[in-house]
Structure formats: C-alpha cells, structure tokens
C-alpha cells in the first residue's frame, strides 16, 4: 500500500516538475511584472504625495511674501513653484494669488505675466477659464481689444460662458459696437441663473443699452440679425 502511495506521489511530483518546466518562466516573469507595477503604482503616489506636500510649503512663502508686499520675495518664490511644482494646484493657485497682488501693487505688467503662464500652462480648465477672464479685464483696460477678445476666442468651460459673454459685451461696448455688444449682455443675461448677482449686474449694462430683458425683450436672433444689417 505504502509503496503505491509512492508512486502516487513521484508521479504528481513529475507532472508538477513539468508543468514548472514548461510555463515556470512565464509565471515567473508575470509575478515579477505584477510585483513591479506594484512598486512603481505605490512609488508614483508617494512622489505625489511628495510634491504636493513640497509646493504645500512654497505656496505658504508665495502666501506670506504676497502679505508682506514684498515684491522681490514674490518674484522668487512664485518663480521656484513654477520652475519645480508647475504641474501642481498648488502652483495655479500661487500664480492667481501672485497676479492679483501684484496688480494691486501697480505692477499690471507682473500681473499679466502671471496671468499668461496660467492661460498657458494650467492643467485645470477652471484656473485657465480665470486667467483668461481676468486677463482679458487687464487687456481691456489698456484697450488692447483685440488680444482681449483673443483670450475669450477659445473654448471656456461651460460654467465660464456667462462671464465669458459679459466680457466681450463690455469689450465691444470700449470700441462703441453698442449693437453688438448687446447681443453678448443678451446670451450672458440668459446663461446666468435668475438669482445669480451676476445677472443683475448684467441686466444694468442692458438697461443702459435699452433693453429691458425682463419685459421679453431680449431677442438674440433678431439682435443679430440686426447686426448683420448693420454692417
């Protein structure tokens, strides 16, 4: 009995030594590959975690130099985050901070550059959608009005469209297209929710066109219908 359960088993070990044999370095190499993406998936998110907590610490220098008013301070620390963290939230929240201070310092044209890194180089739509906006109001104030229409002349994401029609409405209302620029009031008056304070705000710039969207006139086809007759 006991030597028929030894050949039972020399025979399993032989299957089992062939099988190893015949597929032992595929298994092998799929062990490794799986222990590998292993490793490089934990690897890619402790380098996140690790640049994140980084540009954490030098989004805090941006933040204090930008308080203090310390404007060479600003320079240098908003220029480490983008050269080292440019890819980060982190980095698109400094420029935003950075630019704001610097145009209320009277450095429009610190503001501007920080603002066109932003437009350019932001990986959330959000944040380009807010530098294109508020550059556009910095290209508006100098009458720069055709590279102020030209940062709204892309696709913006559809929370921005509102905004977005209101600053061409004000940048063809600069150059007296009143007719024109009150078709753009007309869709952002429309894209806005009725309680959006936007909207009244909106329906101000209409009301000193004319128009009183309110009491059904706002009539964008015939508005650009009209437009086009006008030209």
Do not use: C
């Amino acid at each position: 009995m006991a030597k028929h359960l030894d050949l039972e088993e020399q025979e399993q070990l032989d299957e089992i030594k062939h099988f190893w044999k015949q597929y032992g370095d595929l298994i092998t190499w799929v062990l490794i590959a799986v222990v590998g993406a292993f490793a490089v998936w934990n690897g890619y998110h402790y380098w996140q975690r690790s640049q994140a907590a980084q540009a954490s610490v030098m989004y805090d220098e941006v933040d204090r130099a930008a308080k203090a008013g310390d404007m060479a301070r600003l320079d240098r620390s908003l220029g480490d985050m983008k050269e080292r963290f440019g890819g980060t939230t982190y980095a698109q929240q400094a420029a935003l901070l950075a630019a704001q201070t610097y145009y209320d310092q009277g450095n429009v044209d610190a503001s501007r550059a920080a603002l066109s890194w932003l437009a350019e180089k932001a990986a959330d739509p959000g944040y380009q959608a807010v530098a294109k906006l508020r550059l556009s109001a910095i290209l508006l104030e100098k009458k720069d009005y055709a590279l102020a229409w030209r940062q709204l002349a892309g696709e913006l994401p559809k929370d921005f469209a509102g905004v977005a029609a209101d600053r061409r409405g004000d940048i063809l209302l600069a150059q007296g297209k009143k007719v024109e620029a009150r078709v753009e009031y007309e869709k952002a008056w429309k894209g806005f929710d009725d309680r959006a304070e936007y909207r009244r705000l909106v329906e101000v710039k209409l009301n000193a066109l004319g128009v009183d969207p309110r009491a059904g006139q706002v009539d964008i086809a015939a508005s650009a219908r009209s437009v086009g007759a006008s030209k």
